[in-house]
């Protein structure tokens, strides 16, 4: 299985200031139709998790602009620009371009 | 698409149980499904997937075996069919939809299932 791995596992911020979180995965998240299939979830606390990037970079539907995703292969990135107090959560990037998918452990954002 | 999960439950180890996902709101038949836990203060994991006719069907391997995923288009349902529980199976179970290439996806709110004696 491609192993997920995302830094830090918890994320101490001051509201306002920027916040980024790093995922490696073991394996090119490339897939065969030249789509990179990386997906970045927000699960607030008692919530179910909540899509903010699909496909690396791609943000979705109501996700505020300050919400960023980047990298390639193997290497990803989620950038907040201006952390607010609702972004107060677990973070999960997420491989679907080998089965089985599967997330990363994990980075608890708090302010 | 709007998910809502519903079977969850306690159970003895050994015993079954069925989960139901019913979806409303636009093309059902558009998204593939799937079921994803979480264990009480754990990370997500994969359990299953079908495709959008139910003609194929995924399953990670600490449930081959054991559990059976299916969907039933005219209903907008989807079910998982669970057998010979272990206790490592406790979990909050979610619904999960998405279409091909995860252009959109919709989760529901999760059901607890319990694997206890």
């Known amino acids: 299985d491609v192993v997920m791995t995302q830094s830090p596992l918890s994320l101490s911020v001051t509201l306002g200031q920027p916040a980024s979180i790093s995922c490696r995965s073991s394996?090119?998240?490339?897939?065969?139709?030249?789509?990179?299939?990386l997906n970045w979830f927000q699960q607030r606390p008692g919530q179910s998790p909540r899509r903010l990037i699909y496909?690396?970079?791609n943000r979705d539907s109501g996700v505020p602009d300050r919400f960023s995703g980047s990298g390639s292969g193997t290497v990803f990135t989620l950038k907040i620009s201006r952390v607010e107090a609702e972004d107060v959560g677990i973070y999960f990037c997420?491989?679907?371009?080998?089965?089985?998918?599967?997330f990363g452990g994990g980075t608890k954002v708090e302010i | 698409v709007q998910l809502v999960e519903s079977g969850g439950g306690l159970v003895q180890p050994g015993g079954s149980l069925r989960l139901s996902c019913a979806a409303s709101g636009s093309a059902f038949t558009s998204y593939w499904m799937s079921w994803v836990r979480q264990a009480p203060g754990k990370g997500l994991e994969w359990v299953a997937n079908i495709k959008q006719d139910g003609h194929e069907k995924n399953y990670v391997d600490s449930v081959k075996g054991r559990f059976t995923i299916s969907r039933d288009n005219a209903r907008n349902s989807m079910f998982m069919q669970m057998s010979s529980l272990r206790t490592e199976d406790t979990a909050v179970y979610y619904c999960l939809g998405y279409t091909d290439a995860w252009t959109l996806d919709s989760w529901g709110q999760g059901t607890l299932v319990t694997v206890s004696s």
């Open positions: 394996l090119s998240l490339v897939y065969s139709d030249g789509n990179t299939y």
């Open positions: 496909r690396v970079s």
């Open positions: 997420m491989q679907a371009s080998h089965w089985p998918p599967n």
